[in-house]
Every structure is written in structure tokens, then in C-alpha cells.
């Protein structure tokens, strides 16, 4: 991480509007000329015993005794150091960052990855460019159009169309002073069989991926016509962007997130970009893959409860189930929930055909994973002979047993024991 001048932190400490900030976590209120107060967001509680000064820009709970400043703020939140803190808090307010002096190799290095981002940034751009106004991309606007996409929401995302010209990138950012190497390095490039160098992206729909701070590090991209292969493709890992570190819609959804205390994660862009323009903004995507550990801690960044929205399908169950084990490997204070959704259908469709609210609704009856895990054994297990019946217990043991108790084991325990026509005492004891 880059060492920034004193001066620099101190620029960045003034240009901060504290109560703005806050205000993204928990909902404050005035309580005097220099203070305001609201509930804690470091611990539950039900009265406000937290506390902010708006000028010194520092913040106490009287409840849980956490304190600190601006930085410590951002750092305990984001659950990121101290260099990554005051870079988000930059980039949020506009200030400019001074560097103390680099080792030769490390700046470098920075320097190389600053240009790497700057190639990514300006093909994005162009994608946008040629999506709206070029003629090529007329099916793509069409296709967004039948998927109920507006052009404002899709512009917020930076949604773009590559060109049918196997090199309108490779030419247009030669002659603008880039590399071949930069253009592997970037993602943008790949040999042909002669080994010369063509784009890796065309006649595709663009999705740019954007890190935490908003940056394009690579691009997804959708074929639009019939025969193209493959379906989906991402820019290949390499010195800025890795997949498996890559959580969509991040940079937008942060905010909302840390407000509503949960994210809700879908499986594609489209799902993500239509939750959002319906006004549900904590929403972001795992980029079609099984969630890895890296992603898992992506979203335990977020917010405290993740809300599993994926197909109902037999693979979006089991996408779950591997969800749940990225999340006990690489989040493990992060609640897990899954979102009933209807048979058939995906987020995007849902809140198409019937809307907002009633998309609202099915994320507020999200169920506690573990009882998900029960009901989905208990429904489609054999429940009719005793050799069924141990089966099921017995898988039912394996969620219930490590649970702390609670009103939800004691629910649980219930569920079972009714299923399968057991007393709840010898459920109990079978349970664990």
C-alpha cells in the first residue's frame, strides 16, 4: 500500500462530511451544536448510545465503549487498513492524494497499474459511446430495451457494446500512446493464430467490473447473436483484475447496503441492473460462478446479512449450498438468508412482471439458511418408512446439532418432529 503525505491525510480529514458518512450506517440525529446521536452500528441496540462530533470528526459508543476518527471509521467498517480507508475517503470527496517518496520498483509498479486502469477506463468509455450512438449497436439496444433496461440505469452502470472489428480497440489505443503489452496485460488483447494481436472482445454487450473504488479492472461480456460462443465471457485474470476476487455492482451498491444492514446477491448483471433501477440498490452478483472465499469476504464488507436471491432450480440450490460453505471459509460472522423465490423465475423477470413491492416482499420473508437446509431435506426426502425417516433425521441433525439454542432450533425442532409425525422429545434428543 502507497505511504501519502501528512498533508494529504489532513486535507482528506477536512474535505469529509462526517455526518454524511455515518449517516450511510446508521440514521443519525441532532442532539446539540456539536453532536449528534443514533443507535450503534457496531452493536445491536435498541436506545441510541452512539455518538458522533460532526468538527473533530470523531466518533464514541458509550454502549460497547468503540471510539475513534474519521479513518477508524471507514477502517472498522469496511473492514479495510488504514492506506485502503484513506484512498475510499479520496475518492469519495474529491482529494487529491501526494505520495512520501516510492522505492524505484514499487513506483513502478504503481505506475504501470495506473496506466493498465487508464486503458480500461477509456475502452469503457467507448463502449458506452458505441452502445448509444452507433448503429451496429442497434440489437443490442433492443435487447436491453425487451429486458425493461432504461437508458439511465444502464448508464450508471457504464453498460457499452464492443465493436464487430476484430481491432478497433487494439488500433484506436495504439494511437493513443498504449502498448501491445498493456493491451495483453489489460485484458483487451489476445493473439490470433498468426500471432498478431486482435481485440478479445466483439459484437458482445459490455458489462465493465469495477473494484471497490469504482475503477474498471475488466469487463463481462454477453453474445447477442445466435451461434455465438461462448454465451459469457470475462476478461482473462492477470495484473488487475481476478475473477475470483470480483463481486458486480460493489462500488453501487455499498452505500445501500450499509443501510439496509443486508446485501442481496443474484447470479447475472442484468439481475443486478433491473433490482436497481426498481429502487433496490443493495444488490450485486457473483459473476455467474460459485462463490469463492475472496467473494465471501467481499460481501461480509458489505453488511452484516447476505440475502441469497438465485434460481429456484436444482442449481440454484446447490449454488447455494456452496455459497454457504465460501461463506463459513471466508465471512463467518456474515448471517446467511435465502429468498423464496417462485419456481422458474429470476430477479430481473420478477420484478419486471410484477414489481418492486412485491419483490420487496419475497427479500423480507427471506428464511434463515439453516431452516432452508431443513425444509429442503423434509421436502424432498421419503417420509413414508422408518428407514426414510432415520435418513432425514439424521440430515436434519447435521444443521440443527450445532446450533446455539434459540427460538429458531426450538422452530426447528418442531418442523421435524411434525414432518415426521415424531413427539417433540424424541425429536429433540435425536437432534442433538
Known amino acids: 500500500m502507497a505511504r501519502y503525505t501528512d498533508d494529504s491525510r489532513e486535507r482528506v480529514r477536512d474535505a469529509v462530511d462526517f455526518v454524511e458518512l455515518v449517516n450511510a450506517r446508521t440514521e443519525l440525529r441532532k442532539a446539540g451544536i456539536r453532536r449528534y446521536v443514533g443507535l450503534c452500528p457496531f452493536h445491536e441496540e435498541r436506545s441510541p448510545s452512539f455518538g458522533i462530533d460532526p468538527v473533530e470528526k ?28 484513506l484512498e475510499l475517503l479520496a475518492d469519495r470527496f ?36 458505441l452502445l448509444w450512438e452507433g448503429d451496429e449497436a442497434a440489437p443490442a439496444r433492443a435487447y436491453l430495451e425487451q429486458r425493461g433496461l432504461d437508458e439511465a440505469t444502464l448508464r450508471e452502470f457504464r453498460v457499452g457494446f464492443s465493436p464487430s472489428g476484430r481491432d ?100 447475472g448483471y442484468t439481475d443486478v441492473i433491473a433490482m436497481h433501477q426498481a429502487g433496490i440498490r443493495n444488490v450485486v452478483a457473483s459473476m455467474g460462478t460459485a462463490l469463492t472465499e475472496d ?50 423465475s429470476d430477479p430481473a423477470d420478477l420484478v419486471r412482471s410484477e414489481g418492486a413491492d412485491a419483490m420487496r416482499e419475497l427479500l423480507g420473508r427471506a428464511l434463515p439458511f439453516a431452516r432452508w437446509q431443513v425444509e429442503r431435506a423434509l421436502a424432498h426426502g421419503d417420509t413414508g418408512s422408518a428407514e426414510g425417516r432415520d435418513r432425514l433425521l439424521a440430515e436434519a441433525r447435521a444443521v440443527i446439532a450445532p446450533l446455539p439454542a434459540s427460538v429458531l432450533r426450538e422452530e426447528l425442532v418442531r418442523l421435524v418432529a411434525g414432518r415426521l409425525a415424531l413427539s417433540e422429545g424424541l425429536a429433540a434428543a435425536a437432534l442433538g
Not at 474529491?94 to 512520501?100: Q, S
Open 58 to 85: 470523531l466518533y464514541h459508543c458509550f454502549g460497547c465503549g468503540v471510539g475513534g476518527d474519521v479513518f477508524k471509521f471507514v477502517m472498522e467498517t469496511e473492514s479495510v487498513g488504514f492506506g485502503e480507508a
Open 94 to 129: 474529491n482529494v487529491p492524494l501526494e505520495r512520501t517518496e516510492e522505492d524505484p520498483r514499487a513506483a513502478e509498479r504503481r505506475a504501470r497499474r495506473d496506466r493498465l486502469l487508464a486503458l480500461l477506463e477509456r475502452t469503457a468509455a467507448y463502449y458506452v459511446r
Open 168 to 267: 478497433r480497440v487494439v488500433v484506436g489505443s495504439r494511437r493513443s500512446g498504449f502498448s501491445d503489452a498493456e493491451l495483453l496485460a489489460a485484458g483487451l488483447a489476445q493473439r490470433d493464430r498468426g500471432g498478431g494481436l486482435v481485440d478479445r472482445f466483439f459484437g458482445r454487450l459490455m458489462f465493465p467490473l469495477a473494484d471497490a473504488r469504482g475503477r474498471v479492472v475488466g469487463f463481462g461480456a454477453r453474445a447477442l447473436r445466435e451461434g455465438q460462443q461462448p454465451k459469457y465471457l470475462n476478461s482473462s485474470d492477470g495484473e488487475v483484475f481476478h475473477k475470483g476476487r470480483m463481486v458486480f455492482g460493489t462500488h453501487l451498491a455499498r452505500v445501500d447496503a450499509a443501510k439496509a444492514g443486508s446485501v442481496v446477491l443474484v447470479e
Open 295 to 344: 467473494q465471501a469476504g467481499e460481501l461480509g464488507k458489505l453488511a452484516g446479512t447476505l440475502l441469497l436471491c438465485l434460481d429456484a432450480d436444482t442449481a440454484g440450490q446447490e449454488a447455494m449450498l456452496r455459497a454457504a460453505a465460501a461463506v463459513r471459509a471466508g465471512a463467518r460472522t456474515l448471517e446467511l438468508r435465502v429468498v423464496p423465490l417462485p419456481a422458474g
